[in-house]
C-alpha cells in the first residue's frame, strides 16, 4: 500500500489527536504552528480530510511503499 507523508493543518489538542490517529499515523507534532506530519495510506486521504479540525492539507516530499 501506498503511504503519503503530509502535514495537516489542525488544533493541537488530545481530541484532534484522537480523530487523526484513526486514519494515519502522527509521525510529529508542530504545536507552534497548529498541525502535524502524518503518514497515511493513499485509499485513506479522503476520510483525512472530512476530519472535523483539519483546516488543511498540504503534501510533504517524503513518500514510500
Known amino acids: 500500500m501506498?503511504?503519503?507523508?503530509?502535514i495537516l493543518e489542525a488544533k493541537n489538542n488530545a481530541e484532534q489527536e484522537q480523530k487523526i490517529a484513526a486514519y494515519a499515523r502522527i509521525k510529529y507534532r508542530l504545536p507552534s504552528i497548529c498541525a502535524y506530519v502524518v503518514e497515511v495510506d493513499a485509499n485513506r486521504l479522503?476520510?483525512?480530510q472530512n476530519v472535523e479540525g483539519v483546516k488543511a492539507m498540504r503534501a510533504s516530499s517524503s513518500v514510500s511503499c
Not at 2 to 6: A, P, Q, R, T, V
Open 2 to 6: 501506498k503511504k503519503i507523508e503530509l
Open 46 to 48: 479522503n476520510c483525512l
